[in-house]
């Protein structure tokens, strides 16, 4: 089994091919929020778990009686008031203040090195890494009395040290919510970009909202603030169900730690759809590997196809070495004279560089699938700056150390 590297290859490397620029890391589009516009405080004030919420109700062994796992959160730090903008160890390392999207792409380790030995297939030279992966987000209550599905609006991003610039792992504006059905609570995931480096803390931002009506100000306040998962506390290779609470509901994150993980990037296109019908698709992805604890799907996606459009969004995976990723496609057509469901199961195998393409003809459409495979071994000629491996390289970098 190999150990988990990232992050910090050989400068001097390159690739067989070399990169297109695209492909570099470089944070200088956008610009970071102006926090004097915001209600900020003055002074390093730590910050410290939160203390349980008073409607969470403990049991005499000290932990919800719900059986459910609260997520440990940043004491006194939200949106709403400002407090998410004090500048503190939290804020400073993984940049709260900062509201630009991660500039780290997917699949910048796709194409194949000089270095890579004995070859790019049986590449021995960049490492896997020990990585997140987010399987669900589920609406579990509201506090108050909603009939029928709930619109939820708003975001939640990761926050890792490949690049502590937002992840999102959903977002939605007011103006496009995702109804939420209240029979399961689903709620589909837009992200996360690129895959989730885990070698040290990953804070999980969010800011979501549910809309009640015509006005922003009658909407409710879902959850605000910042949750905190550490590599060393959570289990490798099982899943972790850890429910937020706030003002007017909760959200609970199903997530697990991969290590020795790499990252593939799913896309699906589709061609061939008779003309004035569309599609409905599903596609899950699943870990095959009976050493592993790992139940749940995930849902990359969920819903009817344009039939103007030409290929999907990207899905990125986090995929134990060694360990299949198994996709499920679930296809059926609307509006057309075909109402049957077809069901298309394959599996494939983890590669650091690379990528594998399937076609299935299925009569009323065709199904393009390429999975693109890449490590998050990056090297700093492609990173920009405010890239590191551990929390610790951050603080020193940024002068909280002194080491």
Not at 20 to 41: H, L, Q, V, Y
Not at 62 to 91: E, M, N, Q
Not at 225 to 247: C, P, W
Not at 310 to 318: G, I, R, S
């Amino acid at each position: 089994m190999e150990s988990g590297g990232g992050g910090g290859g050989d400068p001097q490397e390159g690739p067989s091919a070399t990169p297109p620029r695209s492909r570099t890391a470089s944070c200088d589009n956008g610009s970071p929020i102006d926090e004097k516009t915001r209600r900020t405080e003055s002074g390093a004030a730590a910050s410290s778990t939160a203390p349980p919420r008073s409607r969470v109700v403990y049991g005499p062994d000290g932990f919800p009686a719900d059986g459910v796992t609260r997520a440990v959160l940043l004491h006194d730090c939200k949106h709403s008031d400002g407090s998410i903008y004090t500048v503190d160890y939290w804020s400073k390392v993984y940049r709260l203040g900062d509201t630009r999207e991660t500039c780290v792409e997917p699949m910048m380790m796709t194409d194949t090195w000089t270095s890579c030995s004995p070859d790019w297939r049986a590449c021995e030279r960049h490492d896997s890494c020990t990585m997140m992966q987010i399987f669900s987000l589920k609406l579990p209550y509201t506090s108050v009395s909603l009939c029928g599905p709930v619109q939820l609006y708003g975001y939640m991003a990761v926050r890792d040290l490949l690049n502590p610039f937002r992840n999102y792992v959903f977002n939605r504006s007011r103006d496009d919510p995702f109804t939420v059905e209240q029979e399961d609570g689903f709620i589909q995931m837009s992200g996360p970009k690129r895959g989730i480096r885990m070698e040290g803390y990953v804070l999980l931002e969010y800011d979501m909202k549910i809309k009640m009506g015509g006005e922003e100000r009658d909407d409710l306040q879902l959850i605000d603030g910042v949750a905190y998962f550490n590599n060393l506390t959570i289990m490798n290779a099982s899943e972790h169900k850890q429910r937020i609470d706030g003002d007017c509901g909760a959200v609970d994150i199903t997530l697990s730690l991969l290590r020795c993980a790499v990252e593939a990037t799913v896309q699906v296109g589709i061609s061939d759809l008779e003309h004035g019908s569309g599609l409905s698709l599903r596609l899950t992805a699943s870990y095959i590997s009976s050493r592993f604890v790992l139940r749940e799907g995930i849902r990359l996606a969920d819903g009817v196809v344009d039939p103007e459009a030409c290929e999907l969004n990207k899905y990125v995976v986090a995929v134990p070495w060694k360990v299949k990723l198994g996709l499920k496609l679930q296809v059926s057509q609307i509006g057309g004279s075909d109402h049957s469901v077809i069901d298309k199961f394959f599996l494939c195998s983890p590669h650091k560089h690379g990528h594998q393409n399937l076609a299935f003809k299925l009569g009323l459409a065709t199904v393009k699938v390429k999975v693109t495979w890449s490590t998050l071994d990056i090297p700093r000629s492609l990173l920009g700056p405010d890239c590191y491996m551990y929390d610790f390289e951050a603080a020193r970098d940024l002068g909280l150390l002194n080491v």
